[in-house]
């Protein structure tokens, strides 16, 4: 008889399923190793935010005497004593009374403005805002008393969360 030479079934059908495998575990690696870099792209990014955000706010506050308006909604809380999340805060600077930096929250973004305490702002600083909090420092002083602010910004993307605080100075107060 003359011999053949080649795979029998049962041969190729077990090589199949090594290489189903093979391949199976190569894909999910690959899925997971994606999912981690979105997950770790997201969070560098909202470091990145909220660092640009909290260095910019900061720089202000520092050369800022005093808290001229401050709100949670359309309620002002210049008297308040404890942590608000706020939508506008307005710092006085210079020896001219109208001026101010202002900073609002709307639509998730953060807005700066170089106006009068009442205005608007109107230049996007920065996105992702979840909520921005304001407490006046040190602890039991109001708004229009402190010399201090807490501040805390919590940032949002894709379900991740990041949150930043600092207590920031007037120097000029």
Not at 62 to 77: A, F, H, L, R, Y
Not at 140 to 169: D, M, P, R
Request: hydrophobic share 35%; with cysteine.
């Amino acid at each position: 008889m003359k011999r053949n030479k080649g795979f029998t079934l049962i041969e190729i059908i077990i090589t199949i399923g090594f290489m189903s495998i093979i391949v199976s575990s190569v894909i999910l690696f690959l899925i997971i190793n994606i999912n981690n870099f979105d997950v770790l792209r997201t969070d560098a990014e909202l470091q990145f935010h909220s660092q640009y955000i909290m260095n910019f706010v900061s720089n202000k506050i520092m050369e800022s005497k005093n808290v001229e308006v401050i709100k949670n909604g359309t309620k002002d809380v210049m008297n308040g004593t404890r942590e608000y999340s706020i939508t506008k805060i307005s710092l006085r600077y210079g020896t001219n009374n109208n001026n101010c930096y202002t900073f609002e929250i709307r639509n998730n973004k953060i807005y700066y403005g170089n106006c009068n305490s009442y205005d608007s702002a109107d230049t996007e600083l920065g996105t992702y805002i979840k909520e921005l909090k304001a407490s006046p420092y040190p602890s039991g002083t109001t708004f229009e008393q402190s010399n201090a602010l807490v501040l805390t910004i919590c940032l949002l993307e894709n379900g991740q969360e990041y949150t930043a605080k600092q207590i920031i100075y007037m120097r000029n107060s």
